[in-house]
């Protein structure tokens, strides 16, 4: 299987999770720390889920069992229940409505995975592993390791150049601050501080 990696903005989603467990909750959070709008339908709501609601306001809870209706105008369906049988079904009429379809306990029956993320501000890094989540989890935190708030405070610099230049007509100059800013010794100034000293000398 060969994977497309994607990027979509959260603040555009709208997502049904089917499933009130541990996973429920996690895939969750990690939308609703995107912006998402979440809908979570659960027989039983557990106690992570539920912690959810005082945190996020983008969040509707429903105690109930799944019905087909429930998917609705969500893009991303997430079949997370502990029963096999009814996330086979979640899948089945995710694919049905040509929605995006993840599948916890089994992968292969969705059309696209979630990943072990890392953010630093801008900075998004998406890990997946080939079905093995504890294996990105630990390449996400080896990652996460060197690509620290350091570089997100760089990305803002940057995209804050970009946007400055290229709203004022200076495409090219935006071309060339680029070069010289992002070459091959980008991460060693990244490190060392001087990303936003060089950035300001070009606007």
């Not at 969040?59 to 502990?82: H, K, M, N």
């Not at 010794?185 to 060392?192: A, H, L, N, Q, T």
Request: with cysteine; aromatic share 4%; hydrophobic share 45%.
């Amino acid at each position: 299987m060969s994977e497309l990696p994607l990027m979509l903005h959260g603040d555009a989603i709208e997502a049904l999770i089917v499933g009130g467990g541990a996973v429920a909750a996690r895939k969750a959070r990690a939308l609703l720390v995107a912006g998402a709008y979440v809908r979570i339908v659960a027989t039983e709501l557990g106690a992570e889920v539920r912690a959810l609601t005082g945190e996020h306001e983008k969040l509707l809870l429903s105690e109930r069992p799944y019905a087909p209706s429930d998917i609705g105008s969500a893009q991303l369906v997430i079949a997370a229940t502990s029963d096999r049988a009814i996330n086979r079904h979640v899948a089945e009429d995710g694919h049905a409505a040509h929605r995006l379809v993840n599948v916890a306990d089994d992968p292969a029956r969705g059309n696209c995975r979630t990943t072990a993320t890392h953010r630093a501000g801008e900075l998004v890094i998406g890990i997946s592993a080939g079905g093995v989540p504890s294996a990105a989890v630990r390449i996400r935190d080896s990652l996460a390791a060197r690509f620290d708030d350091r570089y997100g405070d760089a990305v803002a610099t940057l995209a804050s150049l970009r946007r400055r230049l290229i709203d004022a007509g200076a495409t090219d100059a935006w071309g060339r601050a680029a070069e010289a800013l992002i070459d091959d010794d980008f991460c060693e100034r990244v490190e060392r501080g001087s990303i936003e000293s060089e950035a300001a000398k070009w606007g």
